[in-house]
């Protein structure tokens, strides 16, 4: 027996469904995204595993029925079955990018890249996708349960490369939530992350949805790096990349009504604590120093100048940074036996697997590829009218380009280039073959 359970049905129970679901329903419930990561159930879970058919949704648009979570589990009446397709939903936003299921067809699956994962345990034998993973939980107290957040990052690298080499380690500990714990946390990763750097290990990238905030992990990144080894966590995704919704929103920030609950300017404030410390220890210019400063003095005062400040970082990202899609999609739903679920908002959790698997991708293309160039050709490829989105099969064929010209005097490159072309010649096969069929 699994020494893990799933909480998902305990989770569902606390969610209050009232007995009529509109548009000031999702206001009040602070259901719109405005591009933070949103712990509360509500946001989460949404209808998931709710018995829907006596609610009255009569007055929901097919519109704002996207901003809902739902899965497999819920239960729909015919009416609403009819009115809002949630089964089209759950088929069509499988695919989270354009062209991508094309590429898993040619081939460009992560195939011979190794991606080590740090997060929460779950029960890697529910469901066949994870057989194949190596799943260590030596660092995991036995009472943990596992929840959602594990098994989705791992779910998603295994949607995007579901060829690449997966390593799991489970990094959870009881009672997070104390000071006394978070450096315990950080110390467990902490950990791990040196192991790996001080090994023989090969490891091509280290994917972990959070960030290390208690210990100075320079000198094991400059080790991993020299080991051709990158680690991608919260920080390094932010320096390139936002969270962003599928249906063509970065945020729905214009809403007016959006509330921000005490409970999330608390973890906020606690959050901007933490950063103001980090800045203390980075070596920059005055002025620039004091700019961000004085934005966080700004948003400590009250809750909506958090808010004002919020929105404005939000569209500088939406601007400057190349979206990821993690809000309007599907993911595996912990639900015990791994159903399907519609996830309405997106998260920096869920778009950070995202960015280490389509890297993956890229080094399945060409071996030698560094992150940074990477980043380059993300952002030479995103679709501009999307809002920067980022464009998986653009970055494969640039990256063959790439090696087409690099192989003119390189022996190594000559060898790369014939198995990248060769996966493009496959790519092309694919979307003629479905350009006939439709």
């Known amino acids: ?50 018995d829907m058919e006596d609610i009255d949704m009569s007055e929901l648009s097919v519109e704002d029925f996207l901003n809902i979570s739902f899965d497999t589990n819920t239960i729909f009446s015919v009416e609403q079955l009819e009115k809002f397709k949630p089964n089209k939903i759950l088929k069509e936003c499988d695919e989270y990018y354009i062209g991508m299921n094309d590429l898993k067809e040619a081939g460009i699956t992560g195939k011979g890249i190794n991606i080590v994962i740090l997060d929460d345990p779950f029960d890697h034998t529910i469901d066949d ?27 998603i ?183 399907k679920k519609y996830a309405a908002h997106s998260s920096q959790s869920f778009s950070i697997p995202q960015v280490s698997a389509i890297y993956a991708l890229a080094k399945q293309m060409d071996k030698n590829i560094s992150y940074d160039e990477f980043c380059k050709i993300c952002n030479e490829t995103c679709i501009k009218e999307k809002n920067n989105l980022i464009n998986p099969e653009g970055i494969i064929r640039i990256i063959n380009e790439k090696n087409k010209k690099k192989a003119i005097n390189s022996e190594e490159y000559k060898q790369i280039y014939e198995n990248s072309s060769k996966l493009i010649s496959n790519l092309d096969k694919v979307k003629e073959m479905k350009s006939k069929t439709i």
């Open 129 to 155: 996708r994870f057989k194949d993973i190596k799943y260590n939980d030596d660092n995991v107290l036995e009472k943990n349960v596992s929840q959602f957040h594990g098994i989705t990052v791992t779910d």
């Open 157 to 339: 690298i295994k949607r995007i490369a579901p060829e690449a080499n997966i390593k799991f380690y489970a990094t959870k500990l009881e009672d997070e939530n104390s000071e006394k714990s978070k450096h315990g946390f950080d110390k467990k990763r902490y950990e791990i992350l040196e192991s790996i750097a001080n090994s023989k290990e090969n490891v091509d990238i280290i994917s972990m949805s959070s960030t290390i905030n208690s210990m100075d992990i320079s000198e094991i990144n400059k080790k991993l790096v020299n080991k051709g080894c990158k680690f991608i966590d919260s920080r390094t995704f932010s320096n390139n990349f936002a969270h962003a919704n599928r249906r063509g929103k970065n945020i729905l920030i214009k809403n007016l009504n959006y509330k921000i609950s005490d409970e999330e300017y608390k973890n906020a404030i606690e959050k901007i604590h933490e950063e103001i410390e980090e800045l203390k220890k980075e070596n920059l210019e005055k002025e620039k120093y004091q700019e961000i400063m004085d934005t966080y003095e700004r948003v400590l005062i009250s809750k909506e100048n958090y808010k004002i400040e919020l929105v404005k970082r939000i569209e500088n990202d939406a601007k400057k940074k190349i979206s990821v899609v993690s809000g309007g999609i599907t993911y595996i739903q912990n639900d015990g036996i791994c159903g």
């Open 1 to 50: 027996m699994s020494r893990y359970k799933t909480t998902y049905w305990d989770d569902v129970d606390k969610v209050k469904i009232p007995n009529v679901i509109n548009r000031e329903y999702i206001n009040n419930n602070s259901i719109l995204e405005i591009g933070v990561d949103s712990h509360t159930l509500d946001y989460m879970y949404g209808i998931c595993g709710k």
